[in-house]
């Protein structure tokens, strides 16, 4: 089985699984894209796979229908999307390419997010996460609170720690900047940056990432870290009582960046 990143927009990947001659995709906001990396790898397009609403992430599902409308559609079954699909929740499983795929409710960037969890043979785990975990990062909280945004993310970090992070958006550098404010201390992350600055000086995406790096690096998944409670605390002005008010208080810090 073979992964692809194929960038959209300015800033998105639409994800790509595919072998003997048939893929699935993750989040494709744009069509064009998609049938252009089908075209160009001989391929038929077998599915797709949404983690939540927004148009950049499902965009595209209409015209990729209406060119292989016996394609399957997956999404999450508490959002409303434009099209016809099979809604998923956490606690069920779908299969790609006979590959169990769980489905993780992820809700926080929107109120019903799913993520996507698989394992396929002779490879690294793999997680969909769309825009709840960026490289360095995570989503802005649009309709979801901080708990559930915490809970989330907490989630996602339980995964197993070579898992392959594979983000919905090319944010690595913005993040890793914000990152980097919160924790100067952190000897990994220097250590990040550099290698993210150099991917990106060379054309090469930052992704995917792995749940062993963001786990070392990402401020918002170490919201019991001293040095991180320490600069959320002193942005803050106050005490903050807990890790989902830490990452609130990270989460506002970094929308006005």
């Not at 089985?1 to 994800?15: E, K, R, S, T």
């Amino acid at each position: 089985m073979n992964l692809i990143a194929i960038p959209a927009f300015q800033d998105n990947y639409i994800w790509m699984l595919h072998t003997q001659g048939s893929a699935w995709v993750v989040d494709p906001g744009a069509a064009e894209p998609v049938l252009q990396a089908l075209a160009a790898n001989q391929l038929d397009l077998a599915g797709v796979l949404i983690t939540h609403h927004h148009g950049d992430h499902a965009g595209g599902v209409n015209r990729l229908i209406a060119e292989y409308p016996k394609a399957a559609i997956y999404g999450p079954a508490n959002e409303s999307l434009n099209f016809n699909y099979t809604g998923l929740t956490e606690g069920e499983e779908i299969e790609i390419f006979e590959t169990r795929v769980r489905v993780l409710d992820v809700p926080g960037h929107t109120a019903g997010h799913v993520a996507y969890f698989l394992h396929p043979d002779q490879m690294k785990p793999i997680l969909f996460c769309g825009d709840t975990l960026f490289s360095g990062g995570c989503g802005r909280l649009f309709e979801g609170t901080a708990e559930q945004m915490h809970h989330s993310l907490s989630k996602l970090a339980a995964c197993p720690s070579e898992t392959l992070v594979c983000c919905a958006h090319e944010y690595t550098l913005s993040n890793l900047k914000f990152a980097s404010a919160v924790e100067p201390g952190n000897a990994d992350l220097k250590a990040y940056v550099q290698a993210c600055e150099s991917l990106r000086a060379a054309g090469q995406p930052t992704l995917p990432s792995t749940i062993e790096i963001e786990c070392k690096i990402n401020p918002f998944l170490r919201c019991s870290a001293p040095e991180v409670i320490g600069s959320a605390q002193h942005h803050a002005g106050r005490p903050l009582p807990d890790a989902a008010a830490v990452l609130s208080e990270l989460r506002e810090w970094k929308n006005s960046f």
